[in-house]
């Protein structure tokens, strides 16, 4: 049989597993935040902008901003209603209800003029997630949350090395947050960062992150609120040191691998992958095909034909109204529809030319036999 042909995994190489060993034998007292101040810095700078906190998860950092923010109880959130559950869970932790709207059926993100339909008296905050590397129209939101008085949320858990019209994803709104999960373009295993050019804000959320206890405080183990825990460890942040010095090279190799599956798909107007266009280039972090309702090809097809083919299938997020803690809608067509006929492509860093051809192939094939 064919080598099973994973769909993710991280490109870990010397530079991480010595900066992580170092960590752990030497990053302890006085030098316990040295590799996680290094780590954000570099992030910082890499995305341009003026505050990073390193946290244990992308979902902590939009837990906190959240809860800066001062989103509570009787408050709403809009946001797509495909994404995964990790956005719309902090905001129920925080008491708020989640306002899930359609998405548009090319960049499969927020469709901005749904999202002003949506607003209403209780509306605290918009979450503009960049699906799978793909990008909101951040012009539109960004006008409609200013026009409001609505504070936009870059989730852009996928969207390192995505650029919206010279902008780094996660750069533009409100605040930004980061996932560094082992299947990310860059990984510390578990992990994700806040950023903002909020100054205030950035005090409150690394208040926070610390327990509630406030920078200035000179009380020894005095909490000025009642605040988290989620922060990333040294070790953690080692291994993201040496991925940020290979960003660069990363970002490159997820552009490539989604480029030739686009040299396979690009010219067929039965299926679409993740779009961009003269404005934008995306990260690409987890390519995607999106077949042709004509076609008849369903996301069962393809997983089966992928497993029959060792191939890992993983399937385009549910809508997060069809769980059964969420109120069921059947408006939001787009958000239902397109995962029915749509899955992910593998793209981890070391994916051979060999392996995306057998990828692409038994797409084709099961095209062929529709």
């Known amino acids: ?31 316990c935040y040295d590799y996680i101040h290094r780590f954000e810095n570099a992030f910082k700078a890499h995305l341009d902008v003026e505050y990073a906190i390193a946290t244990s998860s992308c979902t902590g950092a939009l837990h ?26 902090p905001i129920v932790h925080l008491g708020a209800t989640p306002v899930f709207v359609d998405i548009l059926s090319d960049t499969w993100c927020l469709d901005p003029e749904l999202v002003e339909a949506a607003i209403t008296p209780r509306t605290k905050a918009i ?38 019209k010279g902008k780094r994803a996660g750069s533009m709104g409100k605040f930004g947050a980061f996932s560094f999960h082992g299947t990310k373009t860059i990984t510390t295993g578990e992990g994700g960062i806040f950023v903002t050019n909020d100054a205030e804000l950035h005090e409150r959320v690394l208040t926070l992150s610390n ?14 609120q009642i605040g988290f825990k989620y922060k990333m460890s040294n070790i953690q942040a080692a291994i993201g040191c040496g ?25 067929n107007g039965n299926v679409k992958l993740n779009f961009e266009d003269g404005e934008t280039c995306i990260g690409a972090w987890m390519p995607s095909i999106v077949f042709d ?41 787009n958000s239902h529809n397109i995962p029915k006929r749509a899955i992910n492509l593998p793209s981890y860093h070391d994916i051979t030319k060999s392996d995306q051809d057998r990828v692409a192939n038994a797409i084709l094939d099961l095209m062929e036999k529709a």
């Open 1 to 31: 049989m064919n080598n099973r042909i994973h769909y993710t995994k991280p490109s870990i190489t010397e530079l991480e597993v010595r900066y992580a060993t170092d960590a752990a034998a030497n990053g302890w007292g006085e030098k």
């Open 127 to 164: 979450i503009a997630v960049h699906i799978y590397g793909n990008l909101c129209d951040m012009d539109r939101l960004l006008e409609i949350g200013e026009r409001h008085g609505i504070p936009v949320i870059e989730d852009a858990a996928e969207a390192i090395g995505s650029v919206y």
């Open 293 to 333: 309702e004509n076609l008849n090809i369903t996301r069962e097809d393809l997983k089966r034909k992928f497993e029959e083919e060792n191939i890992d299938g993983r399937v385009f997020f549910w809508p997060l109204t069809s769980l059964p803690f969420f109120a069921t809608t059947s408006q939001n067509y």
């Open 64 to 89: 906190m901003g959240m809860a800066a923010l001062g989103i509570g109880a009787g408050d709403e959130v809009i946001l797509a209603d495909t994404n995964w559950i990790a956005t719309a869970a």
């Open 243 to 267: 991925q940020m010095e290979r960003i660069e090279e990363l970002i490159l190799r997820k552009r490539e691998i989604f480029k030739y599956y686009l040299s396979y798909f690009s010219k």
């Open 211 to 224: 327990h509630g206890r406030a920078r200035g405080q000179t009380k020894q183990f005095w909490p000025d």
